[in-house]
């Protein structure tokens, strides 16, 4: 029996761990990485709790080496994701009345676990399935991560806090209940801490999940429900199934029990889900919770007034960290013509400096792009520059796939502001450049807003006081996370909560407390301690 109000305090951001040369935490992360090379993990689903193998297995290879085999995963059917449901809907009623502060312990344990006693393999798992240096594991696979289980658990202690007003005679209360039914999480390859969020910021809430990851990030999201199971997660709370979106989807949405989705992925499948959990409205119990995050074409915007090397340093951080595989790398560039040609000059310098390879060698800043069609995309974009006359390729342009999926950061210069490479969203290591007119910038900025149908982040760049306020409002619907001279990359949970507008998703800000609303569905209740017992009003008198 609950007989006092649980509070978990705010947290502070994990800190980010260096792994420098010769330190005690890049050789146990070197550690880690062999470890996990010299096995070949047998990878199964986790339905109810239990693992299960389908025997239906595919191999599992480094994006930068694949001649290496890590492992197999047994992919599922319909009947898998079946069973999952039913073991969700099974642990609903008791994962939902559980006590707020037992259910939170779980995750703050994962937490816990995640930033000691896993840190190092949870890192390997993703420097070796997604091809992230070591550096951009440990900002995402733990810090991240960490980061979203501690300060979900806050923001949800502050909700249930929040409580309405009571007159004298009343007392007013409001609960915040689990949705009734089961909740899907679709989650992508890029980052760990997506696949781990999406399910368990729903989880906490008091839902029960059935989870998809996308197959490029089964390896490390198999090490996430190992922790998740160490810390005490109740069986069938959360389900994690390997099969394909529509298989999924073809069963998930046409259930009446089906009470949410939590998406990171393409426009284009967010809104053929939307579409089609429209069509299936009427055999819901209750209106389903629909939010994504999708795709970006973000932007850095330098004004005439832009410091050269602050914009050249974020350009290169901010394009061909992770590859560009961010959905919010920055991939077109204004260049104002008064410093273009400076910029352009030491911006191809910084790239010389670029080490690409695989992700042992702790010296390389760029791998391998996640997958072959991935690479292929960014190639035909490639190759239609170079026999284009309204673009040229200035810096990189070469790939290999041979050995791994590489590709060269690649800076193309554009003519026009429309031309193709300013529009798509590429997703890998090609950034964009158009040089516009300096003394007619205010002119460039419709193409900045109105270029791509997405808004998720943009960066401007500027000394001027005046022109920066004025960027921020004209640029208002641009981008859901706008940085001023910082690079429109990495947004810290608690500091900068994520999420875009337009076609970049429903803007429900992962790492703050209003995503946590959409998981919970209010009661209100009344209670009159002295009833009427008469229903005249003094009116009537």
């Not at 832009?306 to 595989?325: I, L, P, T, W």
Request: proline share 4%; net charge negative; with cysteine.
């Amino acid at each position: 029996m609950n007989n006092g109000y649980f509070y978990f305090a705010e947290p502070k951001n994990e800190p980010v761990r260096s792994y420098a040369p010769g330190s005690e935490d890049a050789k146990q992360l070197k550690a880690a990485l062999a470890e996990l090379k010299a096995q070949q993990r047998d990878i199964p689903m986790y339905i109810n709790g239990q693992e299960v193998r389908s025997g239906n297995t595919k191999e599992i290879r480094p994006p930068h080496e694949l001649a290496h085999v890590l492992g197999q995963f047994h992919a599922g059917d319909e009947s898998h994701v079946k069973d999952a449901i039913a073991a969700a809907l099974a642990a609903r009623e008791s994962w939902a009345n559980t006590s707020w502060e037992h259910r939170a312990a779980v995750f703050m344990k994962a937490a816990e676990l995640l930033a000691n006693k896993y840190r190092f393999r949870m890192n390997a798992a993703t420097m070796l399935g997604q091809s992230k240096n070591a550096f951009q594991a440990e900002i995402d696979s733990a810090c991240e991560l960490i980061d979203f289980l501690r300060f979900n658990v806050h923001f949800l202690s502050q909700i249930y806090s929040q409580q309405p007003i009571s007159p004298e005679g009343f007392n007013n209360r409001m609960e915040y209940r689990a949705l009734e039914g089961f909740v899907l999480a679709v989650t992508p390859f890029n980052f760990t801490a997506i696949g781990g969020n999406l399910p368990t910021s729903a989880a906490m809430c008091g839902n029960v999940v059935v989870w998809k990851p996308a197959n490029t990030q089964i390896y490390s999201a198999s090490v996430f429900m190992e922790i998740l199971k160490e810390a005490g997660l109740p069986d069938g709370v959360i389900n994690l199934v390997y099969t394909s979106g529509p298989v999924v989807g073809d069963i998930c949405f046409a259930h009446p029990d089906f009470a949410g989705v939590h998406f990171t992925g393409s426009t284009g499948v967010f809104q053929q889900m939307w579409k089609t959990i429209g069509n299936n409205i009427a055999k819901y119990k209750t209106y389903p919770r629909i939010v994504g995050e999708t795709g970006g074409k973000d932007f850095i915007f330098a004004h005439p007034s832009a410091n050269v090397d602050s914009v050249v340093a974020n350009m290169v951080r901010g394009a061909f960290e992770y590859q560009g595989q961010k959905c919010s790398a920055a991939s077109r560039v204004y260049l104002p013509s008064n410093i273009a040609e400076e910029a352009k000059t030491k911006f191809i310098a910084e790239l010389k400096t670029l080490k690409m390879g695989v992700v042992d060698d702790f010296s390389n800043f760029i791998n391998a792009v996640i997958d072959e069609k991935s690479f292929d995309g960014l190639v035909k974009y490639i190759d239609g520059v170079k026999g284009s006359a309204d673009a040229e390729i200035i810096h990189g342009g070469s790939y290999d796939k041979s050995k791994g999926y590489f590709i060269e950061p690649t800076v193309i210069e554009a003519k026009t502001p429309d031309y193709v490479t300013m529009c798509d969203e590429l997703f890998g290591p090609v950034l964009t450049i158009h040089v516009y007119d300096a003394d007619n910038w205010e002119g460039i900025l419709d193409k900045v807003d109105h270029t791509s149908g997405y808004a998720l982040t943009g960066a401007i760049f500027a000394q001027d006081r005046n022109v920066i306020e004025f960027l921020t409002k004209k640029l208002v619907n641009a981008a859901g996370n706008f940085y001023i001279n910082d690079k429109p990359t990495g947004a810290v949970v608690g500091q900068q909560p994520f999420g875009g507008a337009r076609a970049s998703g429903t803007n429900d800000k992962a790492g703050s407390i209003l995503n946590l609303f959409r998981w919970l569905s209010a009661r209100t209740i009344k209670e009159t301690y002295v009833p009427v017992t008469n229903y005249r009003y003094p009116f009537h008198q």
